[in-house]
């Protein structure tokens, strides 16, 4: 019973397995790219010779992986990421197999222009070949063998450091834990790099519009949180959106804010999530102490609340309401919409009912 090898197993099946002799004594080298095709030499290639087709197979390699990865990279930037949306909403499945088509035509045309000229190469180096089948012979070629090795040491190394960097925490979590630390410089560097490699992730914008903010660049974290929000996936949250408009409410301006409630709301997608911007609209025009318009939403949003609107809450929109009429010194319309609320009084537990404009930093 023949003992088993599991790394001769691998050599054998790796890029360095690329020659094997003939019982005639023949060279067949194995194709850069296509692994079962082989080039046939009359003669027993000497060693100087077998080292450089290995440099020769080496660089045609390295240049043909890295064609193709830039390849995949021109597909995913300038085609997949500027149609996030696109892609999402329209056909995905039909979408994606397109992609895969391209990214497959482009590997395939890569690699058919490397074989030819690694052909050319051998051709005019080592003369005349004839195309055959490779089948790894099962030699063993010390010098290969232990190169072999070193290589995927270096491979194993590479995953273990990948290992212990995403034990220690992604690189959302390293940027939200230097926010916290007050690092905003650092957690700046951390997402911008982020933003640049995955751009269609909406956490890296959250995460470097709050460290902006707390730098005082206010527009740029206006626009981050602008960015973050276009890209939500979940349309439920709307923190985003909130967090921009606190950056314009604390700058004081009411206007752009309020522009973007009005185009949030009339490009709402369902009515939940118009109630939802007219709500927040509603709070805000409290806070910044225009009583007239906060009555008006707060009035149309009972009106939506009486045709059975189960997000709208009428208890709370009454006791709302009623700290409106009693800013406007209507305290008899307060009442009558306290007690539509269920309460009796203004106690210090209804009066701060509307919440203040506030920034969230959401856990990563």
Not at 72 to 83: A, M, R, T, W
Not at 220 to 238: H, R, V
Request: aromatic share 16%.
């Amino acid at each position: 019973m023949s003992n088993f090898n599991f790394f001769k197993m691998l050599y054998n099946n790796s890029p360095m397995d690329f020659y094997c002799y003939t019982p005639d004594n023949k060279t067949i080298i194995k194709s850069v790219n296509e692994t079962s095709l082989g080039y046939e030499f009359d003669v027993k290639l000497k060693t100087i010779e077998l080292d450089r087709i290995w440099r020769y197979i080496r660089i045609h390699k390295r240049i043909s992986a890295v064609l193709i990865f830039l390849a995949f990279i021109g597909v995913l930037y300038g085609l997949v990421f500027p149609n996030f949306w696109h892609f999402v909403n329209n056909n995905p499945i039909l979408n994606c197999v397109g992609v895969l088509l391209i990214i497959i035509l482009l590997h395939f045309i890569i690699t058919i222009v490397s074989t030819k000229i690694f052909e050319r190469v051998l051709k005019s180096n080592f003369g005349e070949f004839r195309k055959t089948r490779f089948k790894s012979s099962g030699l063993i070629d010390s010098e290969y063998y232990h190169l072999f090795k070193f290589e995927l040491t270096k491979v194993m190394v590479v995953l273990l450091c990948v290992g212990l960097f995403i034990s220690v925490g992604s690189p959302l979590k390293l940027a939200h834990k230097y926010i916290i630390e007050g690092k905003y410089n650092d957690a700046i560097k951390i997402t911008s790099v982020g933003s640049i490699a995955f751009p269609i992730l909406p956490e890296w914008y959250s995460l470097r519009a709050y460290a902006k903010f707390s730098l005082k660049d206010y527009a740029g974290a206006i626009k981050d949180y602008d960015k973050a929000y276009k890209l939500e996936t979940d349309l439920s949250d709307s923190t985003d959106f909130d967090n921009k408009i606190y950056v314009k409410y604390y700058t004081n301006d009411y206007e752009g804010a309020l522009v973007d409630f009005d185009n949030a709301i009339s490009n709402a997608i369902s009515d939940y999530e118009k109630d939802a911007f007219l709500w927040d609209k509603a709070q805000f025009l409290y806070n910044i102490n225009d009583y007239d318009n906060a009555l008006m939403v707060y009035s149309e949003l009972l009106s939506r609340a009486d045709g059975d609107r189960i997000f709208l809450l009428k208890d709370r929109l009454y006791l709302e309401r009623a700290q409106i009429y009693q800013k406007l010194g209507q305290d008899d319309l307060a009442k009558e919409d306290l007690l539509n609320a269920g309460a009796f009084d203004m106690s210090e537990s209804i009066i701060n009912s509307i919440p203040k404009q506030v920034l969230i930093l959401e856990e990563i």
